[in-house]
Nanobody, 125 residues
């Protein structure tokens, strides 16, 4: 059974930084694409960034240049490094996983099968 656990959220001032982690209990982690999403109060969930099993990445325009997604397959973990945080980045951040069956795929899925419970990020002005 796939489990995803996010950590690293917290309260930070505008301009600050946080690094989120998504630890996955997946035996074949290297064959999964991973996405980070966020949902602010009263808003729909939105994609933040995603990383293919082969390392290709995609970022939403709102975070491009400020957020970096990376993966460490040896640790079954994906990271989201966030810098220059803004109050509008405040949300619950979720990671999601989808198996793509090969470890060097460039596929960046639009839908994911497994989700974590989320971690709260609050940016004060």
């Amino acid at each position: 059974q796939v489990q995803l656990v996010e950590s690293g959220g917290g309260l930070v001032q505008a301009g600050g930084s946080l690094r989120l982690s998504c630890a996955a209990s997946i035996r074949t982690f290297s064959t999964y694409a991973i996405g980070w999403y966020r949902q602010a109060p009263g808003k729909q969930r939105e994609l933040v960034a995603k990383i293919a099993s082969g390392g290709r990445t995609y970022y939403a325009d709102s975070v491009k240049g400020r957020f970096t997604i990376s993966r460490d397959n040896a640790k079954n973990t994906v990271y989201l490094q966030m810098i220059s945080l803004k109050p509008e980045d405040t949300a619950v951040y979720y990671c999601a996983a989808k198996e793509v069956y090969i470890s060097n795929s460039n596929l960046l899925p639009n839908e994911y099968d497994y989700w974590g419970q989320g971690t709260q990020v609050t940016v004060s002005s």
